[in-house]
């Protein structure tokens, strides 16, 4: 796989990345969710949601638009 992967989201919830994931896929757009916490003081690090570099706006734009992910943590 060649394409470029971008970060469309992050959260120090990984459920909240993992119900990004599950919108940005039901909408056609290929996600996954990369693991930055820090395995030694769990407190420091997030959540990513990357998506492939040509779906970056619109992955951007659904998740701008969905209203569950814009609650503050």
Do not use: C
């Amino acid at each position: 796989m060649a394409e470029n992967w971008v970060k469309a989201y992050q959260s120090a919830q990984m459920m909240r990345a993992d119900i990004a994931r599950e919108i940005l896929e039901q909408n056609g757009i290929a996600a996954v969710i990369v693991d930055k916490k820090d395995s030694n003081y769990p407190v420091f690090g997030m959540y990513e949601v990357h998506v492939p570099a040509s779906d970056f706006s619109q992955a951007q734009t659904i998740i701008t638009n969905e209203g569950a992910l814009n609650e503050t943590e």
